[in-house]
Protein backbone atom coordinates (compact mmCIF):
# COMPACT_ATOMS: atom_id res chain seq x y z
CA UNK A 1 0.00 0.00 0.00
CA UNK A 2 1.06 3.67 0.17
CA UNK A 3 3.74 5.17 2.08
CA UNK A 4 4.26 8.48 3.16
CA UNK A 5 7.56 10.22 4.68
CA UNK A 6 7.85 13.12 5.76
CA UNK A 7 11.00 15.27 6.95
CA UNK A 8 11.97 17.15 9.08
CA UNK A 9 10.50 15.34 12.27
CA UNK A 10 11.05 19.58 13.91
CA UNK A 11 11.68 22.34 12.51
CA UNK A 12 12.43 25.78 14.32
CA UNK A 13 12.79 29.23 12.55
CA UNK A 14 12.81 32.61 13.44
CA UNK A 15 10.22 34.98 12.98
CA UNK A 16 10.01 36.23 9.35
CA UNK A 17 12.18 33.21 8.22
CA UNK A 18 10.52 30.76 5.49
CA UNK A 19 10.68 26.63 5.84
CA UNK A 20 10.21 24.16 3.56
CA UNK A 21 8.41 20.42 4.72
CA UNK A 22 8.67 17.61 1.99
CA UNK A 23 6.79 14.45 1.52
CA UNK A 24 7.64 11.77 -0.48
CA UNK A 25 5.10 9.40 -1.54
CA UNK A 26 5.17 5.68 -3.30
CA UNK A 27 1.97 5.26 -5.84
CA UNK A 28 2.48 6.40 -8.63
CA UNK A 29 -1.36 6.44 -9.35
CA UNK A 30 -2.02 8.69 -6.02
CA UNK A 31 -3.48 11.67 -7.08
CA UNK A 32 -5.15 14.07 -4.18
CA UNK A 33 -2.91 15.52 -1.88
CA UNK A 34 -3.36 17.18 1.56
CA UNK A 35 -1.88 19.34 4.30
CA UNK A 36 -3.29 20.19 7.89
CA UNK A 37 -2.25 21.57 10.65
CA UNK A 38 -3.05 20.46 13.80
CA UNK A 39 -2.53 22.85 17.10
CA UNK A 40 -1.68 20.84 20.41
CA UNK A 41 -5.18 19.52 21.70
CA UNK A 42 -7.38 20.24 18.71
CA UNK A 43 -8.16 18.09 16.01
CA UNK A 44 -6.30 18.96 12.24
CA UNK A 45 -7.20 21.83 10.08
CA UNK A 46 -6.99 21.21 5.99
CA UNK A 47 -5.13 23.34 5.23
CA UNK A 48 -4.61 23.18 1.57
CA UNK A 49 -5.47 20.84 -1.34
CA UNK A 50 -3.98 19.81 -4.59
CA UNK A 51 -5.10 17.34 -7.41
CA UNK A 52 -2.61 15.56 -9.69
CA UNK A 53 -3.21 17.64 -12.44
CA UNK A 54 -2.07 20.55 -10.63
CA UNK A 55 1.58 21.91 -9.37
CA UNK A 56 1.42 24.61 -7.69
CA UNK A 57 -1.29 26.12 -5.06
CA UNK A 58 -0.96 29.27 -2.97
CA UNK A 59 -2.60 29.94 0.31
CA UNK A 60 -1.81 32.71 3.08
CA UNK A 61 1.51 32.60 4.01
CA UNK A 62 2.58 29.12 2.31
CA UNK A 63 2.59 27.72 -1.16
CA UNK A 64 2.41 24.00 -1.90
CA UNK A 65 3.89 22.38 -4.67
CA UNK A 66 3.12 18.84 -6.26
CA UNK A 67 6.77 17.00 -8.37
CA UNK A 68 4.95 14.09 -9.69
CA UNK A 69 8.07 12.94 -11.38
CA UNK A 70 9.89 12.65 -7.75
CA UNK A 71 6.62 12.26 -6.12
CA UNK A 72 7.19 14.58 -3.55
CA UNK A 73 4.84 16.88 -1.84
CA UNK A 74 6.11 19.92 -0.30
CA UNK A 75 5.04 22.65 2.03
CA UNK A 76 6.87 26.49 1.99
CA UNK A 77 5.84 28.31 4.56
CA UNK A 78 7.07 32.08 3.98
CA UNK A 79 7.53 34.40 6.60
CA UNK A 80 6.94 32.37 9.91
CA UNK A 81 5.13 33.56 12.34
CA UNK A 82 3.80 32.94 16.18
CA UNK A 83 0.18 31.61 14.77
CA UNK A 84 2.63 29.08 12.43
CA UNK A 85 3.81 26.99 15.04
CA UNK A 86 1.86 23.78 14.99
CA UNK A 87 2.38 20.06 14.20
CA UNK A 88 1.49 19.41 9.96
CA UNK A 89 0.41 16.42 8.32
CA UNK A 90 0.81 15.39 4.67
CA UNK A 91 -2.00 13.27 3.65
CA UNK A 92 -2.72 11.32 0.06
CA UNK A 93 -5.51 9.90 -1.17
CA UNK A 94 -4.38 6.39 -3.48
CA UNK A 95 -5.85 6.18 -6.90
CA UNK A 96 -8.06 3.24 -6.15
CA UNK A 97 -11.19 4.69 -5.14
CA UNK A 98 -10.78 3.99 -1.45
CA UNK A 99 -10.88 7.20 0.83
CA UNK A 100 -8.04 5.78 3.07
CA UNK A 101 -6.28 8.34 3.88
CA UNK A 102 -2.36 7.72 4.23
CA UNK A 103 -0.68 10.50 6.68
CA UNK A 104 2.87 10.88 7.07
CA UNK A 105 4.22 11.26 10.52
CA UNK A 106 4.34 14.87 10.91
CA UNK A 107 6.68 17.95 11.43
CA UNK A 108 6.12 19.91 14.82
CA UNK A 109 7.14 23.42 13.62
CA UNK A 110 8.06 26.48 16.40
CA UNK A 111 9.67 29.43 16.35
CA UNK A 112 12.67 30.48 17.55
CA UNK A 113 12.29 33.03 20.75
CA UNK B 1 -22.73 24.92 10.57
CA UNK B 2 -21.53 23.04 13.36
CA UNK B 3 -18.09 21.15 12.90
CA UNK B 4 -17.71 17.15 13.80
CA UNK B 5 -18.53 16.71 17.08
CA UNK B 6 -16.49 14.34 19.67
CA UNK B 7 -16.96 13.00 23.12
CA UNK B 8 -15.08 12.39 25.71
CA UNK B 9 -12.44 14.98 25.27
CA UNK B 10 -10.44 12.55 27.53
CA UNK B 11 -10.42 9.15 29.08
CA UNK B 12 -8.20 7.42 31.54
CA UNK B 13 -8.41 3.87 31.94
CA UNK B 14 -6.79 1.17 33.73
CA UNK B 15 -5.64 -1.92 31.32
CA UNK B 16 -8.93 -4.86 30.52
CA UNK B 17 -11.67 -1.54 31.33
CA UNK B 18 -13.67 -0.86 28.40
CA UNK B 19 -14.39 2.80 26.96
CA UNK B 20 -16.90 3.90 24.36
CA UNK B 21 -16.35 7.38 21.95
CA UNK B 22 -18.63 9.12 20.49
CA UNK B 23 -19.03 11.52 16.85
CA UNK B 24 -21.60 13.55 15.50
CA UNK B 25 -20.53 14.47 12.05
CA UNK B 26 -21.52 17.49 10.15
CA UNK B 27 -24.61 17.31 9.12
CA UNK B 28 -25.40 15.76 5.85
CA UNK B 29 -22.10 14.20 5.45
CA UNK B 30 -22.93 10.77 4.73
CA UNK B 31 -18.87 9.06 4.98
CA UNK B 32 -18.22 9.17 8.24
CA UNK B 33 -13.64 8.14 9.81
CA UNK B 34 -12.51 6.82 13.02
CA UNK B 35 -8.94 7.20 12.93
CA UNK B 36 -6.35 6.46 15.62
CA UNK B 37 -3.02 8.90 16.23
CA UNK B 38 -0.29 7.59 18.65
CA UNK B 39 1.47 10.14 20.40
CA UNK B 40 4.17 12.13 17.71
CA UNK B 41 2.16 9.88 14.75
CA UNK B 42 -0.04 10.87 11.97
CA UNK B 43 -3.46 9.35 12.40
CA UNK B 44 -4.21 5.88 11.03
CA UNK B 45 -7.30 5.08 9.83
CA UNK B 46 -9.32 2.88 11.82
CA UNK B 47 -12.68 2.13 9.78
CA UNK B 48 -14.98 3.84 7.77
CA UNK B 49 -18.69 4.17 6.85
CA UNK B 50 -20.83 5.01 4.40
CA UNK B 51 -24.33 5.89 5.74
CA UNK B 52 -24.36 2.54 7.80
CA UNK B 53 -22.10 0.21 6.17
CA UNK B 54 -18.69 -0.30 7.14
CA UNK B 55 -16.62 0.17 3.69
CA UNK B 56 -13.40 -0.61 5.27
CA UNK B 57 -12.29 -1.89 8.54
CA UNK B 58 -9.26 -3.81 7.18
CA UNK B 59 -7.22 -1.48 10.13
CA UNK B 60 -9.61 -1.72 13.02
CA UNK B 61 -8.62 -4.94 15.04
CA UNK B 62 -11.87 -6.94 15.51
CA UNK B 63 -10.53 -8.64 18.59
CA UNK B 64 -11.23 -5.35 20.95
CA UNK B 65 -12.48 -2.92 18.86
CA UNK B 66 -15.71 -2.55 17.32
CA UNK B 67 -17.77 0.59 15.43
CA UNK B 68 -21.15 1.12 14.37
CA UNK B 69 -22.85 3.86 12.82
CA UNK B 70 -26.92 2.34 12.95
CA UNK B 71 -28.88 5.33 11.35
CA UNK B 72 -25.74 6.68 9.11
CA UNK B 73 -25.74 9.69 11.24
CA UNK B 74 -23.66 9.16 14.73
CA UNK B 75 -21.34 6.82 15.48
CA UNK B 76 -19.43 4.82 18.26
CA UNK B 77 -16.27 3.12 18.25
CA UNK B 78 -15.77 0.93 21.42
CA UNK B 79 -12.74 -0.60 22.70
CA UNK B 80 -13.26 -3.55 24.72
CA UNK B 81 -10.61 -4.44 26.86
CA UNK B 82 -8.22 -1.79 26.32
CA UNK B 83 -4.69 -2.17 26.75
CA UNK B 84 -2.03 0.17 26.98
CA UNK B 85 -0.39 0.12 23.67
CA UNK B 86 -4.34 1.82 23.11
CA UNK B 87 -3.46 5.34 24.17
CA UNK B 88 -3.58 7.46 21.24
CA UNK B 89 -5.82 10.38 20.22
CA UNK B 90 -8.97 8.81 18.26
CA UNK B 91 -10.38 11.00 15.89
CA UNK B 92 -13.46 11.44 14.30
CA UNK B 93 -13.70 12.63 10.42
CA UNK B 94 -16.42 13.27 7.86
CA UNK B 95 -17.14 13.96 4.23
CA UNK B 96 -19.70 15.08 2.10
CA UNK B 97 -21.22 13.09 -1.10
CA UNK B 98 -20.19 16.12 -3.04
CA UNK B 99 -16.52 15.49 -2.40
CA UNK B 100 -15.21 12.56 -0.97
CA UNK B 101 -11.79 13.37 -1.02
CA UNK B 102 -12.19 15.86 1.28
CA UNK B 103 -12.27 14.92 4.95
CA UNK B 104 -13.02 17.29 7.62
CA UNK B 105 -11.72 16.23 11.84
CA UNK B 106 -13.35 16.26 14.98
CA UNK B 107 -11.16 17.63 17.95
CA UNK B 108 -10.43 13.80 18.97
CA UNK B 109 -10.65 12.14 22.30
CA UNK B 110 -7.35 11.52 24.22
CA UNK B 111 -7.35 8.21 25.50
CA UNK B 112 -4.62 6.88 28.34
CA UNK B 113 -4.34 3.43 29.09
CA UNK B 114 -2.48 2.71 32.51
Known amino acids: GEQVEQRPPHLSVREGDSAVIICTYT??????FFWYKQEPGAGLQLLMK?????EINEGQGFTVLLNKKDKQLSLNLTAAHPGDSAVYFC????????????FGKGTKFSLIP | EAGVTQSPRYAVLQEGQAVSFWCDPI?????LYWYQQPRDQGPQLLVY????????NSQLPSDRFSAVRPKGTNSTLKIQSAKQGDTATYLC????????????FGPGTRLTVL
Open chain 2, 93 to 104: ASSPRTNYAEQF
Open chain 1, 27 to 32: DPNSYY
Open chain 1, 50 to 54: VFSST
Open chain 1, 91 to 102: AVLPGTGSNRLT
Open chain 2, 27 to 31: SGHDT
Open chain 2, 49 to 56: FRDEAVID
